[in-house]
């Protein structure tokens, strides 16, 4: 269990996966449109993913899990998943801007949307 946390500011896409989630059950969007998790997505929820007890909207078979991903200076391009709490502590050490993303995953039918995201570390001055 990662015990990073959002801090106030995070943005919500609940709305967003509303409209989604609407969508696929209206026939508007196939599963298969939505319950696509990448390998490096589907790594993360294998390895170090937080559970939820939310259940998946689609399937209604599964709990979501919720992956989360950090970007920033110094961070690969496509992101660091931050996995353990070790990996959050690092993060919130780097002292540079760090822009994290969680995403909600069904680990049953890889249905995945972006949950929310936040920000936090220090702004380049004369930003
Ligand atoms: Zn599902």
Redesign the pocket.
């Known amino acids: 269990m990662v015990a990073i946390s959002a801090p106030t500011g995070a943005v919500s896409y609940r709305l967003a996966r509303e409209r989604v989630v609407s969508d696929v059950h209206a026939g508007r969007r196939t599963r298969a449109e939505v319950?696509d998790a990448q390998p490096e997505l589907r790594r993360v929820v294998e390895h170090g993913a937080t559970p939820t007890v939310d259940s998946?909207p689609?399937?209604?078979?599964?709990d979501l899990v919720l992956a989360t991903f950090a970007f920033g200076p110094g961070l690969p391009s496509g992101g660091r998943a931050v996995m353990t709490d070790d990996d959050a502590r690092r993060l919130r050490r780097r002292h540079r801007v760090t822009v994290c993303y969680v995403v909600e995953v069904?680990p049953?039918?890889?249905?995945n949307h972006l949950r929310e995201s936040f920000t936090f570390g220090e702004r380049p001055s004369g930003a």
């Not at 049953?108 to 249905?111: G, L, S």
């Open positions: 319950c998946c689609i399937c209604d078979d599964a069904c049953d039918c890889w249905w």
